[in-house]
């Protein structure tokens, strides 16, 4: 059933603008989608919506998804006023459809919950991010780690929530399509990847240049915080650090574009 919200004063929409806050977010167990192409990657991936918001003009685009995706009367569907729409946005020009999904329905997870490494057949290939903070770095590893068939991201938790509005747009849909496990801290990450065996590569500026080095599997690298990079501690625990040959003048890489480079290498030699 629809249901119309036309005054910015209505309670029910003020309950979902508060969950741009990332703390009540986390605590409702809801994460906020919008536009047409992220929601539907999002139902693509089998994960279905607690509540749709729409304006008039997205209509048939709802009921097209009603129809595709099997929606139910188990979702609230709300179509909203521009103006009302524009509150809710958080976009400069929003197309006029979002959604929230339960966090708990997606494949990211926290090791509390479960503790097992992601495995396939075949080599497995993971990046590894220590308290990585900007939303634009993370989405962009995401979908790298999506293009070049990682195995799985593995981030400790005082890294950026990949649920952030500004990481899920960056990802441009790929935190739907590989798992992402979320650790308390490095150390339970080095322990995992040691009981499977998996080889642990630091990107560290003494490291050997990539061009020197041949990656054995299964591999993990890491990358550390934007500004102080690895810690000691995890670079330690690497058995090989590896760097990027630079050139030119500048000093070093930004985090997304040093994974990323790394990360083609290393599928390449898959």
Request: glycine share 6%; aromatic share 8%; hydrophobic share 40%.
């Amino acid at each position: 059933m629809r249901k119309c919200i036309s005054s910015k004063d209505n309670q029910q929409l003020k309950y979902y603008l508060s969950l741009h806050d990332a703390r009540k977010a986390s605590k409702a167990d809801l994460a906020y989608i919008e536009g047409v192409r992220l929601c539907e990657d999002c139902l693509n991936s089998g994960v279905k919506p607690s509540v749709i918001f729409f304006t008039s003009k997205m209509n048939d685009c709802v009921d097209k998804w009603m129809h595709i995706y099997s929606l139910d009367d188990s979702i609230d569907f709300y179509e909203l006023t521009e103006e009302c729409f524009s509150k809710l946005a958080s976009t400069v020009n929003p197309q006029g459809i979002a959604m929230f999904i339960k966090k708990s329905d997606c494949n990211v997870i926290s090791v509390n919950e479960e503790k097992s490494l992601p495995v396939r057949d075949g080599k497995n290939i993971y990046v590894v991010l220590e308290n990585l903070q900007d939303p634009g770095n993370l989405g962009t590893i995401l979908r790298m780690a999506d293009a070049f068939d990682f195995t799985a991201v593995l981030m400790t938790k005082d890294s950026v929530d990949p649920f952030n509005e500004k990481v899920l747009r960056a990802s441009m849909g790929s935190l739907w399509h590989i798992p992402v496990q979320i650790y308390e801290n490095s150390d339970e990450i080095c322990d995992i990847l040691e009981r499977g065996n998996v080889h642990k590569y630091a990107a560290h500026l003494h490291g050997v240049p990539l061009t020197d080095n041949k990656f054995i599997f299964p591999a993990a690298y890491f990358i550390g915080n934007e500004g102080k990079g690895l810690t000691d501690r995890v670079s330690d625990r690497c058995e090989y650090k590896i760097k990027i040959p630079m050139p030119g003048k500048a000093e070093s890489l930004n985090a997304a574009s040093a994974a990323s480079i790394i990360g083609y290498l290393l599928s390449s030699q898959i």
